[in-house]
Structures are given as structure tokens and as C-alpha cells.
Nanobody, 125 residues
């Protein structure tokens, strides 16, 4: 079991950047599949990015590819999401998630059994 706490959300103008952090405690994330998801009001929680094999492989939703980047800092037991060129449609609550093993279904919310509380990202026009 691992506890996850997100931070770094806020209000930003379109075209700006934010960096979200997810700090883990209780377990080391280095061996976990980790992901970022987001959920806008009235919409399903959707995949944003994932990192497997301690960050050697990363994956992104088409909507954020080239703009968002997931990374890990194993020494700090932290996973980050760098978000660049933000758009109003990026507005959502962003969640980090972790799964103790590798999973080829990293795009699915269903495989993750550890979730943070979420951090609000609001991008204004």
C-alpha cells in the first residue's frame, strides 16, 4: 500500500505551464506502474500519461502528446507531470495513481489500486 498526495495545481492562462507533483509514502514507487489521470465535471476520468519500468518507458494520451511529460524522482519518491502549452480543455482535477506491478493496461483506471486526492488545474481562455 502506498499513499499519494498531489500538488501543484492552480489557475493558469492558456499557453502557460504547470508542474504537478505526486509524493508517495509507505512504498517506493520505483517498481510501480504510475499514471496521471484527469476528470472534468460531468466527464469520465481519462488517461493522461503513464510511466513503467521506473520511467524507462512513458506513454501519453493523444490529446497531451508533445505537451505533457511524466517523470520520476526516485530519491524523492515522487512522480511529476510537466504540463506545457496548456489549453482550456485541459481544465480538470488531476490524479496520480500507482499499481505495484507492470500492467499493459496502464491507460485504464481499473488497474490502479492507489490514488491521490487530486489537484485542480484550471486553464483560462
Amino acid at each position: 500500500q502506498v499513499q499519494l498526495v498531489e500538488s501543484g495545481g492552480g489557475l493558469v492562462q492558456a499557453g502557460g505551464s504547470l508542474r504537478l507533483s505526486c509524493v508517495a509514502s509507505g512504498r517506493a514507487l520505483s517498481t510501480f506502474t504510475v499514471g496521471w489521470f484527469r476528470q472534468a465535471p460531468g466527464k469520465e476520468r481519462e488517461f493522461v500519461a503513464a510511466s513503467i519500468w521506473s520511467g524507462f518507458s512513458t506513454f501519453y494520451a493523444d490529446s497531451v502528446k508533445g505537451r505533457f511529460f511524466i517523470s520520476r524522482d526516485n530519491a524523492m519518491n515522487t512522480v511529476s507531470l510537466q504540463m506545457n502549452t496548456l489549453k482550456p480543455e485541459d481544465t480538470a482535477v488531476y490524479y496520480c495513481a500507482a499499481y505495484p506491478y507492470y500492467s499493459g493496461s496502464y491507460r485504464s483506471t481499473n488497474i490502479y489500486d492507489n490514488w491521490g486526492q487530486g489537484t485542480q488545474v484550471t486553464v483560462s481562455s
